[in-house]
């Protein structure tokens, strides 16, 4: 996830995976709520699951919620897991459950460096990823009010020059300008021990902007997901994280 977390704002890239047109392989079939598309062969024998991807598109309500909704719900999954066992510092996937909950399953990315995770998904959850996202909140001294943080994050989401994402061999392109989303003010809750670097525990007013892309539920068997962001100065960030999915039947 590119975070810019112990600075002034939190750049995250972290859980799902939705795109809707324009993505670079083929075959691809379009479908009424967003996009269907048939891996190849070579790809299909590389994987011990569906050969078929489903992501939302931008304007679904995937679960009853908007992507900006959702985008809210992965800061505060994110925000919320302690530090020892946050899932965006961890370098192999130990933790990958950690605070999971309901019918969509968050992945992290990282803060930088490139990570190799190996994780376990129970069936049936969708995907939220966020490969690059800004976060501002007042507990980290960014303002008060909402349109003071929303200018913070906005400021920090701008300096993101990529963010990929790779699903069993299938890039899904064109995230920083059809996926990026802009949340409201939004609370949420730190413990004593947080990603954010602040005394804790509490609670704190934010808002985010940043991309997020939801997958619908993968297949059971083994699966590949690659993310990749990166920030231009004065962040001068970027991650790769792999994530070797089993999904249970």
């Known amino acids: 996830m590119g975070l810019r977390t112990l600075h002034r704002a939190l750049l995250i890239a972290g859980a ?26 070579k790809v299909a024998a590389a994987q011990a699951a569906s050969t078929k991807l489903y992501v939302y598109p ?7 919620h908007t992507y900006s909704a959702w985008e809210v719900r992965w800061v505060q999954w994110w925000i919320g ?4 066992q946050n899932p965006a510092t961890d370098p192999t996937g130990a933790y990958c459950a950690e605070g999971q909950s309901g019918p969509v399953w968050y992945l992290a990315s990282n803060m930088g460096g490139d990570f190799v995770r190996n994780c ?3 069936a049936g959850k969708a995907i939220l990823i966020s490969p690059d996202l800004s976060e501002c909140s007042t507990a980290e001294g960014n303002g008060n009010t909402f349109a003071a943080l929303s200018k913070c994050a ?10 990929d994402v790779t699903v069993d061999g299938v890039h899904l392109a064109h995230l920083l300008t059809r996926y990026r989303f802009k949340t409201s003010l939004f609370t949420f809750k ?14 704190t007013k934010s808002a985010a902007d940043g991309i997020v892309v939801m997958l619908a539920p993968l297949a059971a068997g083994r699966h590949t997901l690659d993310l ?11 991650g790769e994280v ?6 249970l039947g």
Do not use: C
């Open 81 to 84: 897991v302690p530090l020892g």
């Open 154 to 163: 906005t400021g920090g989401m701008d300096d993101a020059t990529q963010a």
């Open 16 to 41: 799902g995976v939705v795109l809707a047109a324009m993505v670079a392989v083929m075959p691809a079939t379009a479908t009424a709520g967003g996009l269907q598309l048939t891996v190849t062969p």
């Open 228 to 238: 990749r962001f990166a920030f231009k100065a004065p962040v001068s960030m970027a």
């Open 58 to 64: 931008p304007t679904a309500h995937p679960y009853g």
């Open 190 to 203: 730190y413990p004593a021990e947080n990603v954010l670097n602040v005394n804790g525990p509490g609670v």
């Open 242 to 247: 792999t994530y070797h999915l089993t999904v």
């Open 120 to 122: 376990t998904v129970l």
